[in-house]
């Protein structure tokens, strides 16, 4: 693969980030993500931002989207994680990825173009209470009736559940792993958000309680295969926008060591600064490779994929965290402060880290597939 951009992911990157610096700077990140009532994001910048194309990125232009790939995603959600951007785009985008990927021609022409243009927003519904990472963590189990299922239980740590219109769900049928797109809309159907550590990312529950599903809307080519997609596609998502919200810090810190004066010298002149910033360097650029390959494979369709994917979560999860600490300590007693943004940072590092899996759980998988 070629590690670098292409003139148009280097022009969308930077339409991408000039348009987030000057709508979605901090201050208005707080201010949206820490209203207590409301979705926790810009609902008309939800609107710009779907016109200009980002919710339907990787939809097929016969749906409404713009047909392009992972790749393409990735340079979206650095700079998203960057700005710590309060938005349903990464549920959004694996919702739609899911069904593009496995669902008809009727399924995706029913749910897709709304997923494009931003008027309905989806999620993935895939943990439970044991909040075990990948296939072994869904126990869903859903009665059949007539060619459709009922769905009675509940799905945990949904991202932007509150909001979501619709949910691709994980279940099994008879034992077998399957996917269903059900609409918030249908009876016995509830969502809630909770408080969580990083504001800017919700999390929550969404409850079945006798959830009649349709068989049309069992998406055809949900099987196990598909749900391990969708773990690889969320893990990649997130290790994408880690990208952006570590150089992001990286940036925050090494700007106050440039300006913080102790003992009649910056303080970044001392390797006690100079060390710990380098470390975040090289981090930071070590998990970015690993993502750039896990969005290549997964536009390839190549081998590697799972592979790839568990090598850039686990190091994004081992990594992040360290950076967010760093960030805060070497702001010293500022950067405990609510209203300083250091603190920000590490939140999100603490959020990244379980969210698709862990670091263990990453490396083990690694190891299972040969990657050691």
Request: proline content about 3%; some cysteine; overall charge negative.
């Amino acid at each position: 693969m070629n590690f670098g951009f292409t003139d148009e992911q280097e022009f969308l990157r930077s339409e991408v980030r000039k348009l987030l610096d000057e709508k979605a700077p901090l201050d208005d990140v707080r201010r949206v993500s820490e209203a207590e009532s409301g979705p926790g994001y810009d609902t008309d910048l939800w609107k710009e931002i779907a016109e200009l194309g980002w919710t339907g990125l990787v939809i097929p232009e016969a749906h409404g989207g713009a047909g392009l790939g992972w790749v393409d995603l990735v340079v979206v959600l650095e700079e998203t994680g960057r700005s710590l951007f309060p938005a349903p785009l990464v549920a959004t985008t694996l919702a739609a990825d899911a069904i593009v990927r496995t669902g008809s021609e009727t399924q995706r022409a029913r749910f897709l173009p709304g997923l494009a243009d931003g008027s309905v927003i989806g999620t993935v519904a895939l943990a439970e209470e044991e909040d075990t990472p990948g296939e072994a963590g869904i126990q869903l189990s859903a009665q059949r009736s007539g060619e459709g299922v009922v769905l009675s239980g509940e799905k945990l740590f949904v991202q932007n559940a509150a909001a979501a219109d619709i949910f691709v769900v994980a279940f099994r049928r008879e034992g077998e792993l399957a996917l269903a797109v059900v609409e918030k809309a249908q009876d016995g159907v509830s969502a809630e958000d909770w408080p969580g550590i990083d504001l800017t990312k919700r999390l929550g529950r969404l409850r079945l309680e006798n959830v009649e599903v349709a068989a049309e809307a069992i998406l055809e080519g949900g099987d196990s295969a598909a749900v391990g997609m969708l773990f690889d596609v969320g893990a990649t998502a997130i290790a994408a926008e880690a990208i952006g919200a570590a150089e992001a810090a990286l940036a925050l810190t090494t700007a106050y060591a440039k300006e913080r004066i102790q003992f009649g010298r910056a303080i970044g002149t001392f390797q006690g600064v100079k060390h710990p910033l380098a470390e975040m360097y090289v981090d930071v650029e070590s998990f970015k490779s690993l993502t750039y390959y896990a969005a290549w494979c997964i536009d390839e369709g190549h081998a590697d994929r799972s592979l790839a994917a568990s090598r850039a979560k686990a190091y994004a999860s081992e990594a992040i965290p360290r950076i967010g600490i760093d960030t805060v300590q070497l702001h010293g007693g500022i950067g405990y402060t609510w209203e300083y943004d250091a603190h920000l940072f590490l939140k999100r590092a603490k959020w990244v880290r379980p969210f698709f899996g862990d670091a263990d759980h990453h490396y083990e998988r690694v190891a299972a597939l040969g990657g050691l």
